[in-house]
């Protein structure tokens, strides 16, 4: 049975840090990622790994800050979140994506066939 689940979530000041963690099992994935929901704003792709090549891919907001990391074998990635800023607030997602459909495609929610139900980051002082 598929199932995706998220850990590590919690509350940081600013400038602190957090990892998230993402572990999926059922079957093997070619692409996962994370993405990110804040209260009253859309879905927003936040980073992910490609397995082939390990290639990461990340939103301009989150580069230099945010790394993403994973073990292919065991399906399980992780999101290492540095210098936190409030609007790093929302729902943290991990998706996991069966076939890839180009490079475009990692960067959009509708390409991912499994989601965990998210865990919450909150950046407040």
């Known amino acids: 049975q598929m199932q995706v689940v998220e850990s590590g979530g919690g509350s940081m000041q600013p400038g602190g840090s957090l990892r998230l963690s993402c572990e999926a099992s059922?079957?093997?994935?070619?692409?996962m990622g994370w993405f990110r929901q804040a209260p009253g704003k859309e879905r927003e792709f936040v980073a992910a790994?490609?397995?082939?090549?390990?290639?990461?891919y990340y939103a301009d907001s989150v580069k230099g800050r945010f790394a993403i990391t994973g073990d292919n074998a065991k399906n399980t990635v992780y999101l290492q979140m540095n210098s936190l800023k409030p609007e790093d607030t929302a729902v943290y997602y991990c998706?996991?994506?069966?076939?890839?459909?180009?490079?475009?495609?990692?960067?959009?929610?509708?390409?991912?066939?499994?989601w965990g139900r998210g865990t919450q980051v909150t950046v407040s002082s």
């Open positions: 059922g079957q093997t994935f070619s692409t």
């Open positions: 998706a996991a994506d069966l076939s890839y459909s180009g490079s475009a495609s990692v960067y959009q929610d509708r390409f991912y066939d499994y």
């Open positions: 790994i490609r397995w082939s090549g390990v290639r990461t």
